[in-house]
């Protein structure tokens, strides 16, 4: 056996996740020691989280030097498209300035290095282990429904929307929003660089410990890496409407009416933005745009009976709802992460 399996059974293994949303910052820990574990859940505001952020997380480190930090990338410009080869990737999007990693030989995630680069900065007081891409996420959620015929695929949290359509386990299209309520302009290219958050931490450094530095997990994106194992999902219901006859065409699909509602907040921002990444799937050559009647939503805000509503009522698509916990969905993938290298 070796020395680091001897310390393993000596000390626990700490897991702390992060995610950062536009007003709160959500801090999930889960302290394995033997059979035990033991889940903490914090709320920090992101004009206070400088000093509090850190001290909790020492606290919640200090007696182990098993631990492990992850992030939820939520960077505006990243994506994923369905190429791996880097001159083929230039017909959907600019990567010039990202850091991309291929998944299964399929398809390409990639992210801003300055977003990136941002990140590692937020948090460098006590660093970063993994940053987890939304769509990692998304596939894990639906691993048993992508190998079917094309359908989209959406996560929810907070004003980020995450889209995916998978056909036979082969990714067809991808998007990543920031939907504001408050914005207007839905316009495809519309996208706002978001202001950058820096954390002014103090000047302390943590006490050395065991790191997964091997993971190069910073320099190529291993964190991105889809894994192979993760938890069992629930079955989702069967129960959606059956609209199969109510278009047979893509252009049919597309001609959308405004609903008669008063009500344009978030959901139906949401539901704008989802057509018209539907709309350019549908008409950009590049894609190769297979018709879509199923939608499935990955919802963490258990908002989304709304935009269930005009999705169905205006582009006359299925849709089931699953509603999802995204500290806890990224426990997991952190466990698995470290599990995967050892």
């Known amino acids: 056996m070796g020395l680091a399996r001897v310390f393993e059974r000596l000390y626990a293994k700490v897991y702390v996740v992060i ?14 020691h033997g059979e035990s574990s033991k889940v903490n859940r914090v709320e920090f505001e992101l004009s206070q ?38 001159h083929e990737a230039l017909k959907y999007a600019d990567i010039s300035l990202s850091k991309t990693l291929c998944i299964r030989g399929s398809y390409m995630l990639y992210s801003s290095k300055y977003e990136l680069d941002s990140i590692e900065k937020m948090f460098q007081s006590f660093g970063v282990d993994f940053i987890f891409s939304p769509f990692t996420l998304l596939e894990r ?12 695929y959406i996560l ?41 958050v820096v954390f002014d931490l103090e000047e302390e450094h943590k006490e050395e410990g065991i790191s997964i530095d091997d993971l190069d997990a910073l320099d190529d994106l291993s964190d991105l ?9 629930d079955e989702f ?26 009500d344009f907040g978030m959901s139906y921002e949401q539901f704008l933005r989802i057509q018209k990444r539907l709309e350019f799937y549908y008409n950009d050559e590049t894609y190769c745009s297979e018709f879509i009647e199923n939608v499935y939503i990955a919802d963490a805000n258990d908002s989304s009976d709304d935009l269930k509503r005009y999705l169905e009522e205006e582009l006359f698509l299925n849709v089931v709802i ?21």
Do not use: W
């Not at 219901?237 to 049919?252: A, K, L, N, R, V």
């Open 19 to 32: 995610v950062v949303l536009k007003k709160k910052v959500n801090v999930t820990t889960m302290t394995v």
């Open 49 to 86: 989280i400088a000093s509090e952020l850190y001290d909790y997380i020492q606290e919640a480190v200090v007696e182990t030097p098993f631990y492990y930090i992850g992030v939820l990338n939520n960077g505006i410009n990243q994506g994923a498209i369905p190429t791996c080869h880097r």
């Open 141 to 152: 959620l639906y691993k048993d429904k992508i190998d079917a015929k094309a359908q989209l």
């Open 156 to 196: 929810i949290y907070d004003e980020y929307l995450a889209m995916a359509i998978f056909q036979r386990n082969t990714l067809l299209f991808a998007s990543f929003e920031h939907v504001d309520s408050g914005v207007t302009d839905t316009e495809f290219d519309d996208k706002e660089e978001e202001e950058e």
């Open 225 to 233: 890496e889809d894994l192979d194992a993760i938890h069992e999902l």
């Open 237 to 262: 219901t069967d129960e959606t409407p059956d609209f199969s006859s109510s278009h047979d065409t893509q252009t049919d699909a597309m001609q959308v009416i405004a609903p008669a509602m008063e």
């Open 322 to 342: 699953r509603k999802v916990n995204i500290d806890d969905e990224l426990l997991t993938l952190s466990m698995e992460e470290v599990q995967h290298a050892l």
